[in-house]
């Protein structure tokens, strides 16, 4: 899917355990509206995008703190830098901890900078000068506990609307579309 309105379906998975499934929350790119997870081709949840500015999305407003325990991990994902006296030394950790590394608007743009750019310096949707770009700032929770048994198929579907949300752009392309889900899960 390149443009317009579409799924991304996801192959089959097999569950190779029996348990229970306690909460699932989505993550896509921007174009994305909801990522919704079946099993055994029934919907257990849909996990829907939220979209935002800096200045209508409370969390960002203002950086995220660090998740506990992760303050030093600012090597992560290619963020390193060359020190001038060690060439070894890690860059800072990004304000925002480690969403704001992967850059989906966790920390908004300086007062002075154009809104119309992500954190990280991508382009989001097109902007206007009044700080009214969007990007995806929240996905909803699924919290409805489902148990899953040895045997069973999950599959995952990616639902995009490219015309009401264009993707972000890096490097003056589009990003590629993704969607993948976050399991809470115990063995029974």
């Not at 790119?29 to 995008?49: I, K, P, R, Y």
């Not at 206007?128 to 899953?148: N, R, Y």
Request: aromatic content about 4%; some cysteine; charged content about 20%.
């Amino acid at each position: 899917m390149g443009k317009g309105v579409g799924d991304q379906v996801g192959g089959e998975l097999d569950v190779q355990t029996n348990g229970l499934i306690l909460s699932a929350r989505g993550h896509m790119h921007d174009g994305g509206e909801s990522m919704t997870v079946l099993v055994n081709n029934q919907e257990f949840c849909t996990s829907a995008a939220e979209y935002g500015t800096a200045y209508e999305v409370p969390k960002l407003a203002g950086a995220a703190p660090p998740a506990a325990g992760m303050e030093g991990m600012a090597g992560m994902a290619g963020h390193e830098s060359k020190s001038s006296t060690d060439s070894s030394a890690p860059a800072p950790a990004p304000a925002g901890g480690m969403e704001a590394m992967h850059g989906h608007g966790a920390i908004p743009p300086p007062k002075n900078a154009n809104v119309g750019n992500g954190p990280d310096g991508n382009a989001l949707e097109p902007d206007d000068g009044k700080g009214t770009s969007k990007t995806i700032s929240k996905m909803s929770e699924c919290l409805q506990t489902f148990p899953v048994k040895v045997g069973d198929k999950m599959r995952l579907r990616a639902h995009y609307d490219l015309n009401a949300h264009p993707l972000r752009e890096s490097g003056g392309e589009a990003q590629m579309q993704m969607g993948l889900v976050a399991f809470t899960w115990v063995p029974s």
